[in-house]
Structure formats: C-alpha cells, structure tokens
C-alpha cells in the first residue's frame, strides 16, 4: 500500500501559477496509476489529471478539457512524490485538490482509486 499526504495550496492571484505536491510513503509511484480529483462548494468530485508510467518513463496522461494546456502532472522517483504544476489559474480552479493511487487501471473512475491523500485547499481570487 502506499499513504499520500498533499501540499502546496494556497490563495493566489488569477493569472498566477502554483504547484501541488503529493509525497507517496510505501511502493513507488510509477508503479501505480496516479492521479489528481478535485471538488468545489457544492460541486461533486471531480477528475482533474492522471499519469502512468513504465520502465521509470511517464507512457500516459489524462486531463479534463478546463486544465489541458494549463495543468502539468509529473513526477519525481528519486522523492517518491507526484506533482500538479498549474499555470494561468482561473477563480473557478478553486477547489480542495486531492491526490490519488490506482492499484489497477481506474479507467477515469474516482472509485478505482484505492488510496488517497486529505487534500489541499487552493483559492484563486479574481
């Protein structure tokens, strides 16, 4: 198993960038799928980005439509830790952004995940 703990939110400008970190304890990473939900007041889960890799190489990402060109996830296996970099932010990226680790491919599905971190707040004011 592995236990994920998330940081680096805070309340930023629109316009600004920030970069979460998710620091994995137990197995690797890369030998999970790894991804990125988020939620909002009054909104439901929502998926954000995921990553696979292979052979120590990232072989696969996904992001929603509202982040592609703006979100970056990669990762670092000498740290053991995968990170959201997040460029141009919008007030509606404001959300609790949460971390999280599929034992098999979650096909997208929040309800694949088997672990997950408690999340860290970012607020984008306009």
């Known amino acids: 198993q592995v236990q994920l703990v998330e940081s680096g939110g805070g309340t930023v400008q629109a316009g600004d960038s920030l970069t979460l970190s998710c620091a994995a304890s137990?197995?690797?990473?890369?030998?999970?799928?790894m991804g990125w939900f988020r939620q909002a007041p009054g909104k439901e889960r929502e998926f954000v980005a995921a990553a696979r890799w292979n052979g120590g190489r990232k072989v696969y990402t996904n992001y929603i439509d509202s982040v592609n060109g703006r979100f970056t996830i990669f990762g670092d296996d000498a740290k053991n830790a995968v990170y959201l970099q997040m460029n141009s932010l919008k007030p509606e990226d404001t959300a609790v952004y949460y971390c999280?680790?599929?034992?098999?491919?979650?096909?997208?599905?929040?309800?694949?995940?088997?672990?997950w971190g408690r999340g860290t707040q970012v607020t984008v004011s306009s």
């Open positions: 137990g197995r690797p990473f890369i030998t999970y799928t």
């Open positions: 999280a680790a599929a034992d098999k491919i979650p096909y997208g599905l929040a309800d694949r995940y088997d672990f």
